[in-house]
């Protein structure tokens, strides 16, 4: 199993490669520049394998939501690189890979609201569940609204606050159920977990082809601020 992942759809700019039980990162937090920076990071990571794009087996990709600019990069990075190859891609939720970040950092978690801030006074938000394999399964709609639509599954008694939405928007912290603590409200999606979550999809034979690694934006306008 031979997989590359990429993530620029928030302040973090990381690449991952998973080689069989090898695992290969490069990640690094900036404001802008990821357009720069993303394609050193896979060029020194197959450097370091031994390795090149034609011999991996997929491309996995954060496909948002996130950053207009970033997620349109990481999926055409995705597409060049997989086209080029002769590779298929999986794309996979940045929401979904922070939760699959808190679950594998701290076993205790089973459950997860996602917050991450999307602006424009909203955020992105979506419910996750650690499944008998250990990765994150979504149990809610993604979406994208102001921090006050936030909420947990009836069922759920209580749940981890997870992302940069909190720390935007400290009044979340107040949600009945939601539990914050240490760095969860700093956390922000990687490579290495999109690609640890796209493994299954990759053995399974759910690959896309490049041309439909398409990014997910939530939102869809942007030139009008919410009222």
């Not at 149990?139 to 069922?155: F, K, N």
Request: with cysteine; glycine share 10%.
């Amino acid at each position: 199993m031979r997989l590359l992942g990429v993530d620029t759809a928030t302040e973090c700019c990381s690449a991952a490669l998973l080689i069989e039980d090898r695992q290969l990162t490069r990640e690094l937090e900036v404001g802008r520049g990821h357009a720069e920076r993303i394609l050193p990071m896979i060029d020194e990571l197959l450097g370091e394998a031994g390795t090149s794009l034609r011999q991996l087996d997929a491309i996995a990709f954060g496909r948002g939501p996130g950053s207009f600019t970033g997620v349109r990069l990481a999926a055409s990075i995705a597409q060049g690189l997989a086209f080029g190859a002769g590779l298929g891609v999986v794309a996979i939720s940045d929401l979904r890979a922070l939760a699959q970040r808190v679950f594998d950092e701290d076993g205790r978690v089973t459950r997860a609201l996602v917050c991450n801030d999307a602006r424009m006074r909203e955020i992105y938000w979506g419910c996750f569940e650690r499944g008998s394999d250990g990765l994150a399964i979504d149990r809610s709609p993604e979406r994208v609204g102001p921090p006050a639509s936030a909420r947990l599954p009836a069922s759920w008694p209580e749940a981890a606050g997870v992302g940069r939405g909190f720390a935007a928007y400290p009044a979340l912290k107040a949600l009945p159920g939601v539990i914050v603590q240490g760095a969860w409200d700093r956390l922000l999606p990687r490579a290495v977990e999109i690609a640890r979550l796209a493994v299954p999809e990759l053995t399974a034979g759910r690959l896309l082809a490049p041309e439909a690694a398409l990014p997910v934006y939530l939102r869809d306008d942007v030139a009008r601020p919410p009222p």
